[in-house]
């Protein structure tokens, strides 16, 4: 019994390679057809080329990341059954290629948010910082999202407006460069890299969700999985929602798999435990009232793959990436091992979840090569490697404790 230890691999453009991949302690792979557009059908051809390549190493597709929620279908527009279609066919199509771990997020436009990706530790290590100030300066003065100032008190707006004159020209390109052109959602192609229109391309993305409020938000995700669950089920797949990251509301957008409250929602709105969760414990943690290990005992049963990194929220709402093991990562982990061992118990075959370091710091070699951000191959190799130890610690200690 043991969590199945994965990296995330972004395909054939990856700068970090299936080769290396196979050398770091990892067995699995988590990946996503990347060179299929958003709302497309995944073909069992286009499956199997990928899969065969990954087992090709030695090592296996243990879970997709993502199968993207086309935005048409967040927004519950007119369209939405014929990407639900899809949708439904790319499950029917993993879950005859044996792939049945289904990542993928509910937010809108956005998926993480940082305003600094290149975060300097004191130990020299780059890791990503989120400045609450800073984004609501991007959002008030940079974008200028209209109506923008309606979402801030009067002290945020001053202090918002007090940290963007005190940044160069150069430093706003930047910021705003980080915040939206380096998010996944635009890795899906709504803004091309050098677009010098990106701002009002994203105000235009921003103002389709004008009337979806959290409610509405909660109605087309219920809607979506109503639909899709039955297909999940007969294919043996199951879906692992990825939490907002952060886990609050931003740039006016409703956020809704946040906290407790919301996984206790999701679990009503579809009872199926084909309807699931990834627990990524960075993105719960960037919020004071989320203790990790309750939320995770509470929803256990229903958590399908594992994101593990760390939090560092600072009091003034700041928070950045730190080390994998600080924080409350052991109770966490002395949870999730507790589960396994539950399962196992209960005779559910899926105890070994698939895990992953979910991001890493910047560290060593990695500074000599590109990666995507968040995914350099060391620090997330630390990560990997930190993880297994304090797993395998804690399962001694469990399994001693319970013969
Ligand atoms: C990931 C998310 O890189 C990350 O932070 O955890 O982008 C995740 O892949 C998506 O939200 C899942 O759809
Ligand atoms: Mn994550």
Same mark, same amino acid.
């Given at each position: ?42 073909? /069992?051809? &286009?499956?199997? #080329?990928?899969?065969? %390549? $990954?087992?090709?190493?030695? !090592? ?130 709504? /803004?091309? &890299?050098?677009? #010098?229109?990106?701002? %009002? $391309?994203?105000?235009?993305? !921003? ?197």
């Amino acid at each position: 019994m043991e969590l199945t230890k994965t990296l995330r691999w972004f395909g054939e453009k990856d700068p970090i390679s299936l080769k290396e991949i196979a050398q770091t302690g990892a067995t699995g792979i988590v990946t996503a057809l990347h060179h299929i557009p958003n709302g497309e059908v995944w073909s /069992v051809d &286009e499956i199997l #080329k990928t899969k065969n %390549n $990954i087992e090709s190493h030695g !090592l296996t597709w243990d879970v997709v990341e993502s199968l993207p929620v086309h935005e048409d279908i967040k927004k519950g527009s007119p369209n939405r059954e014929k990407l639900i279609a899809n949708y439904k066919q790319s499950i029917k199509n993993l879950g005859v290629c044996g792939v049945k771990i289904i990542c993928y997020n509910f937010m809108p436009v956005l998926d993480w948010a940082r305003t600094n990706i290149q975060y300097v530790l004191e130990n020299g290590a780059e890791a990503m910082y989120f400045d609450k100030n800073l984004f609501s300066a991007f959002d008030l003065f940079l974008l200028k999202r209209p109506n923008a100032e309606k979402d801030y008190t009067e002290q945020e707006i001053k202090e918002a407006k007090i940290i963007f004159d005190s940044i160069s020209e150069e430093e706003k390109d930047k910021l705003g460069y980080n915040i939206i052109v380096k998010t996944q959602s635009f890795i899906d192609g709504a /803004v091309k &890299e050098g677009e #010098k229109n990106y701002l %009002n $391309i994203f105000n235009e993305l !921003l103002a389709a969700y004008n009337g979806i409020d959290k409610n509405k938000l909660r109605e087309n995700f219920s809607y979506f999985l109503n639909e899709v669950i039955e297909v999940a089920e007969e294919s043996g797949v199951c879906l692992a929602v990825h939490p907002d990251d952060p886990p609050f509301p931003l740039l006016g957008l409703p956020r809704i798999v946040s906290c407790d409250e919301d996984f206790e929602w999701l679990a009503k709105a579809c009872p199926s435990l084909n309807n699931g969760i990834t627990f990524c414990s960075g993105s719960l943690g960037a919020r004071t009232d989320n203790n990790l290990s309750s939320i995770f005992k509470k929803h256990a049963s229903r958590v399908h793959f594992l994101h593990l990194r760390s939090t560092k929220l600072l009091s003034n709402g700041d928070f950045y990436e730190t080390n994998h093991l600080e924080g409350s990562i052991t109770s966490l982990m002395k949870a999730i091992v507790e589960e396994q061992i539950n399962r196992k118990q209960n005779g559910r075959l899926d105890f070994n979840i698939p895990m992953r370091p979910d991001h890493g710091h910047k560290i060593l070699n990695d500074f000599e090569r590109e990666s995507n951000p968040g995914y350099p191959l060391i620090g997330r190799v630390k990560g990997l490697a930190e993880l297994s130890g304090l797993e395998l610690g804690m399962k001694y200690l469990l399994e001693n404790k319970s013969h």
